[in-house]
């Protein structure tokens, strides 16, 4: 079955300072794999997606992530963080059951970014 | 720009009641989902829609049932509150062109069930 994991619960940086946010995935054939962001008190953002091509896909926000397939990993990054950057994160990936396609998503991760 | 909206932010239910939880979207999103979001479980599938009167299961719908009647508006059932049921509704809507990729998320409903 296809899956996402966010090792992380909370990730804390400075703001300046380079940002990550870890996602490795499981999934049979070709991953599709996705970025949300949920700022308080508002619902979730699409933030990035890799379906093929460059293993370094940039989104909103200044945010890109890269992907990895020796490494089955879908990091999230920042080269400078905001303070306003901090939200909950979430990966995700497409997943086909019974011939729909739906999302799965990860547990998230909170990113603090402090002044 | 793409609006789902819910219609309430918050909500408290008791026990045993048969609560409703409406989404609208003004897009004309053939695909809508609804979404519980529970801390260090993330989203979790209820139930979607890829058209009009149709509906299938997403990974945990035990206990709620949904109904579209209309494209923009999609609704989910809990036939009798539990207090397990306590948590956080998102509803998301994309279009078919996209697949399932892009999806767009309402504000969220927090229902609380005593």
């Known amino acids: 079955a296809q899956s996402v994991a966010q090792p992380e619960d909370q990730v804390n940086v400075a703001e300046g300072n380079p940002l990550t946010v870890k996602c490795t995935y499981s999934?049979?054939?070709?991953?599709?794999l996705f970025w949300y962001v949920q700022y308080p008190n508002r619902g979730l953002q699409f933030l990035l997606k890799?379906?093929?091509?460059?293993?370094l896909v940039k989104g909103s926000y200044g945010f890109e992530a890269e992907f990895n397939k020796s490494q089955t990993s879908f990091h999230l990054k920042k080269p400078s963080a905001l303070v306003s950057d901090s939200a909950l994160y979430f990966c995700a990936v497409r997943a086909v059951n019974t011939g729909f396609q739906k999302l799965v998503f990860g547990t998230g991760t909170r990113l603090l970014v402090s002044p | 720009d793409v609006k789902v909206t819910q219609s309430s932010r918050y909500l408290v239910k008791r026990t045993g009641e048969k609560v409703f939880l409406e989404c609208v979207q003004d897009?004309?999103?053939?695909?809508m989902f609804w979404y519980r979001q529970d801390p260090g479980l993330g989203l979790r599938l209820i139930y979607f829609s890829y058209d009009v009167k149709m509906k299938e299961k997403g990974d945990i719908p035990e206990g709620y049932s949904v109904s579209r009647e209309k494209k923009e508006r999609f609704s989910l059932i809990l036939e009798s509150a539990s207090t397990n049921q306590t948590s956080m509704y998102l509803c998301?809507?994309?279009?078919?062109?996209?697949?399932?990729?892009?999806?767009?998320f309402g504000p969220g409903t927090r229902l609380t069930v005593t």
């Open positions: 897009m004309d999103h053939e695909n």
């Open positions: 999934v049979s054939g070709n991953p599709y």
């Open positions: 998301a809507s994309s279009p078919l062109r996209q697949g399932i990729y892009e999806q767009y």
């Open positions: 890799y379906i093929t091509g460059d293993n």
